[in-house]
């Protein structure tokens, strides 16, 4: 029986809720030292003096580190080269943001570093900053980065909306939005001699923070060591590597002793990245018959004075629906705030929500049902490069979720459905997102005790990278899972990428496939040239390996446990070492997942209180690896709709140039009470192309779409259309 589909129990669950697992502050290093940050105050301006006097009083101190005495570095912190960020290192007095790392205080203990941070005095010269999105829009610039391309078009989109039969104009709005991992943002830095260091770091992508650190340290990518073994949650903000990491490095030299640096709830809220506020503004054509003929979508998002990122909100309507004529943009305003970054399906959530509104008020428009209008207008192939798709079963999504749903019973006219004093109201939208591969490798050992052992420089965000790379190993070799083990998190490990862009699956996935066939080759070689094995001297087409044994494949009599083969061999293991990267079907196909969201509110008619009671979402992510952390994964991605739709917002005060509720009591995600039970499934059909696990990406598509079908549901129950989110009380009543 495969291992790969089960519902494999986490492997890494009893570690975590025991408190076995150690997380990257976690680690039993004798002698730590602790670290606090000192944040600016101000958005714009200079240090004018820093008085560190009362801080050096504190008890247990062991330094305070300014731009006044850090060490200079090898190379600039605004070196953006590699996708690296531009950081904030103590190289200067030039406050950029607010909350902007300025000074580090290093102490005995926690309680002292904290109250040491405190004590630092400021004076700084305040100049005047600029926050604001939209008094700035028509100033607002092209990116210099054009990986993907920030502006697209086909067709004649002007000449053609110009005699579109119906056309409407919007503006959607999403504010910004911040990450709230659990575990916070922490790096523990250990200095093993002058040029020599290993960094615990809460980390989704190792090799890019050694690497990173090094070029800043001046050391030797191979004399920096980086560990990330467990992770409670990134979704993006721990995908760069930001100041903390290299400041603690620094601190640790500074002070000779190991330091650990955990960021305050309140650091994440700026240093760290975050999701830009979108203005999105979609302008669509169709003929009476709902032919999609026209589509416009221009998008306007934050970078920072310093460094830039686009929030790509413009891509799905690039792809999503077959159109003719189509032009998208993305323009940049530059704003004296930290630099927005990736979180939780860049682009593709803010994007999808805008477009998929923008279905729903054309669907109206053209007086169809959202779901025929969809159908209706269903991109056969890929209408921006003509590719055909490598797979695609969004009908099935749609069928499967409007079946589970009822949907045909849904009233066309708002407001039509009531139950008592409640309003009740359906929608439903599209998801996607692409499906990304990067270069991996792995390496697999069979061991005499009958182990097999995988490694892969790989990350575990808390998405279930342990248990499925169990699977898959298990799977590609012949073992049952239970004898497979699956280590991560480790520079000393092969090198895998960043784990981002929901790829980790195809990626390391590949490349553990590769190593275990490998690792079968060998070992079926090794016994064909061992004359006392049953298969000595027999083609290697003729022999086979599963469950730990080697037996000819004509003759299953003749057979050996791979134990006894090395035993004779006096081998106490041996091992494989594979890469595997993306070929040429990158070139050849589109490559997405799918879905399709349905979601029921209810909108207390008086009061305005409004409640997501349903939410049905049906997926096509390709082959599932694990019926449970796959589950999770996409109940998890739209439960953080729900909180992008209706609560998360990171409210900026544009006279202080801050984000002023950067706790999690004011900044508001769902808990249970917020959430109905979900209904979560997929069409379970591996894509023959993508890559040889025929996976393709789950971490993200969740979250894509169901901002969109509760705003729909929404403006179904009430006949308001909020076009800004979040969808709260005050913008509904
Ligand atoms: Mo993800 S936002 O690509 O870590």
């Known amino acids: 029986m495969s291992a790969i589909g089960r519902p494999l129990e986490r492997v890494d669950g009893r570690a975590k809720v025991t408190g076995g697992a150690r997380y990257s502050s976690e680690q039993a290093i004798p002698d730590v030292a602790h670290a606090a940050l000192v944040t600016s105050t101000i958005a714009k301006g200079r240090i004018a003096a820093m008085d560190t006097r009362d801080a050096v009083q504190v008890s247990g101190i062991l330094a305070v580190l300014t731009h006044q005495n850090a060490p200079r570095l090898a190379t600039s912190p605004d070196d953006t080269s590699e996708g690296a960020r531009a950081l904030d290192l103590l190289q200067h007095p030039v406050v950029r943001y607010a909350g902007q790392p300025i000074a580090v205080v290093v102490a005995r203990t926690l309680e002292a570093a904290h109250q040491a941070a405190g004590l630092v005095d400021v004076q700084y010269v305040v100049e005047p900053h600029e926050v604001r999105l939209e008094p700035r829009v028509e100033q607002a610039t092209e990116p210099r980065d054009d990986d993907p391309p920030a502006a697209s078009s086909r067709g004649d989109v002007e000449g053609r909306l110009d005699d579109a039969e119906v056309r409407i104009e919007r503006v959607y709005r999403t504010p910004f939005e911040s990450h709230n991992a659990m575990e916070p943002h922490a790096t523990l830095a250990v200095w093993d001699g002058p040029t020599s260091l290993t960094l615990y770091d809460a980390t989704q992508g190792i090799f890019d923070c050694r690497d990173r650190v090094a070029r800043l340290l001046g050391l030797l990518p191979d004399h920096v060591r980086v560990v990330s073994a467990y992770l409670g949650g990134g979704f993006g903000s721990k995908g760069p590597t930001w100041s903390h990491v290299v400041l603690a490095a620094m601190a640790a030299r500074h002070v000779r002793r ?317 091992e494989a070492v594979a890469e595997a990267e993306p070929g040429e079907e990158a070139e050849q196909y589109a490559m997405y997942a799918f879905g399709a969201q349905f979601a029921e509110v209810r909108v207390d008619a008086d009061l305005g209180q409004l409640r997501v009671t349903r939410l049905v979402g049906v997926f096509d992510v390709g082959r599932v690896l694990n019926a449970k952390t796959a589950r999770s994964q996409l109940m998890g991605g739209m439960v953080w709709g729900i909180g992008m739709a209706l609560h998360e917002e990171t409210v900026l005060d544009e006279r202080l140039g801050r984000f002023v509720n950067a706790n999690l009591a004011d900044y508001h995600v769902p808990v249970n009470a917020d959430v109905p039970d979900i209904d979560v499934t997929w069409i379970d059909a591996a894509d023959p192309h993508a890559n040889p696990l025929g996976v393709k990406g789950i971490g993200e598509i969740g979250i894509t779409g169901t901002a969109a079908a509760i705003a729909n549901a929404v403006y179904h129950a009430t006949g308001r259309r909020i076009r800004d989110l979040p969808i709260r009380l005050d913008r509904l009543l």
Request: glycine share 8%; hydrophobic share 40%; proline share 7%.
């Open 258 to 574: 190991p330091v650990k640096l955990v960021l305050r709830r309140p650091q994440m809220f700026g240093p760290v990245g975050f999701r830009s506020q979108t203005r999105q503004a979609l302008v669509v054509g169709a003929r009476r018959d709902g032919t999609l003929t026209t589509l416009r979508h221009d998008t306007v998002v934050h970078t920072s004075s310093f460094d830039e990122f686009v929030e790509t909100a413009g891509l799905p309507a690039r792809m999503l629906y077959a159109c003719a004529n189509n032009a998208t943009s993305h323009r940049l305003v530059r704003s004296d705030i930290g630099t927005p970054s990736y979180m939780r399906a860049p682009g593709w959530a803010p994007g999808v929500y805008a477009l998929e509104c923008a279905l729903d008020e054309m669907a109206e428009a053209v007086d169809m049902d959202p779901l025929q209008f969809r159908l209706k207008n269903h991109a056969d192939v890929d209408p921006e490069t003509g590719r055909p798709w490598s797979s695609k079963a969004l009908r099935q999504c749609y069928g499967v979720g409007a079946e589970r749903f009822g949907w045909s019973r849904r009233p066309s006219r708002p407001g039509a459905l009531r139950d008592g004093r409640a309003l009740v109201g359906w929608g439903m939208a599209t998801s996607v997102y692409p499906t990304h591969r990067s270069p991996a490798a792995a390496r697999a050992r069979f061991r005499a005790d009958g182990a097999l052992l995988v490694e892969s420089g790989t990350q575990d965000l808390g998405t279930g990278t342990y248990t499925i790379m169990r699977q898959v190993a298990a799977d590609a070799f012949g073992l049952p899972p239970e004898r497979v083990e699956f280590r991560l998190g480790d520079t000393d490990f092969p090198e895998a990428p960043v784990s981002g862009g929901s790829m980790t699956a195809a990626s390391v996935g590949s490349a553990v496939v590769a190593a275990a066939h490998d690792l079968r080759d060998k070992l079926v070689r090794l016994a064909i040239n061992d004359p006392h094995s049953p298969v000595a001297g027999e083609k290697a087409a003729d022999v086979a390996l599963d469950d730990g044994r080697v037996f000819h494949r004509h003759d299953p009599a003749r057979a050996e446990s791979l134990q006894a083969l090395l035993d004779r061999q006096r081998l106490t293991e041996v």
